[in-house]
């Protein structure tokens, strides 16, 4: 049976996935500059807005309210534009999740109305008004939430074999610069994704989100990532002895998934304590960020 998707439905989607901006809307008003930032380290999203100020035909107090005013009933349908190219995982993009899922699409929409105003302020030569918000990837307020669809972690098999191994209390992973592409040639750079997956060299899964506490995917995804060589923000997540490796490749159509080698992998399995840290999203990668 074919799935009917309304007309009105097909409507919206196309007006928030596919219109541009161009500095003026159809209607003759101004729309704002947009810069987009993703700070994966805090699982947040900034969206700056800057709009010029009709300081002509306006005294300022009236300017300004005019265009704080277009910025704050434009900024939701903005965010939904500039967040579809966002990676929920290595097969698909947030426009390919709602393109033809009407619930999932309202769902976002309704989250996007949490963003929260972190301050307001005009330019140096007084004609244009700046505004950032602030968006959650994950916890209560977050989009994350949206893209878990299992209620309990699949059972993990351990591996049974002999392994030099210990309890360690996160996983840290490092993934800097090229590495080889894994079902493809050439090599690139690991990008970041909302749910990542990890495989040890044989293609054997290691991680991915269906065998996460769903409670730890919501409060912080499988992963955080950082650009930096410092693990001690994240201490309290990755804790004081984490297993350190290197990513061995990149693997998925949208380079998100990480390939270590097996000895890590098998070091990881072969302990209850060691599964418990990846179920809970213990895992910190350090690669290259924008």
């Known amino acids: 049976m074919k799935r009917y998707i309304p007309y009105g439905f097909l409507f919206l989607v196309l007006l928030y996935l596919f219109t541009s901006y161009s500095g003026f809307s159809d209607t003759g008003i101004p729309v704002p500059e947009v810069r987009v930032t993703y700070n994966w380290e805090n ?3 900034f969206l700056d807005l800057a709009e010029k100020m009709d300081l002509v035909n306006h005294t300022f ?4 309210s005019n265009a704080d005013r277009n910025i704050r009933k434009s900024v939701t349908g903005i965010f939904m534009r500039k967040i579809m190219n966002l990676y929920v995982d290595s097969l698909s993009t947030i426009k390919d999740r709602v393109e033809n899922n009407q619930l999932l699409f309202n769902s976002l929409l309704n989250a996007a109305q949490y963003g929260t105003r972190e301050f307001s302020y005009v330019s140096g ?5 700046n505004v950032r918000y602030e968006y959650q990837l994950y916890g209560n307020t977050g989009i994350a939430w949206l893209f878990i669809n299992h209620k309990r972690p699949y059972p993990v098999e351990r591996f049974l074999g002999f392994v030099p191994s210990r309890n360690f209390s996160g996983l840290v992973i490092y993934a800097k610069g090229k590495l080889p592409l894994f079902g493809k040639s050439g090599t690139g750079e690991l990008k970041p994704a909302l749910f990542l997956r990890i495989f040890d060299e044989d293609m054997n899964i290691i991680a991915e989100k269906e065998m996460c506490r769903v409670e730890s995917l919501k409060k912080w995804g499988i992963a955080v990532y950082t650009g930096k060589n410092n693990e001690a ?3 309290k997540r990755i804790g004081m ?3 350190r490796v290197k990513a061995r490749g990149i693997y998925g159509e949208n380079n998100t998934d990480i390939i270590i080698s097996v000895d890590a992998g ?3 399995l072969s302990r209850n304590k060691n599964i418990d840290l990846l179920r809970n999203g213990r895992i910190l990668v350090i690669l290259d960020l924008d």
């Open 43 to 45: 699982g947040t999203v």
């Open 61 to 64: 107090p009236e300017a300004r």
């Open 125 to 129: 030569n007084m004609d244009t008004l």
């Open 233 to 235: 923000p994240f201490l």
């Open 241 to 243: 002895f984490p297993l």
């Open 266 to 268: 098998r070091k990881l």
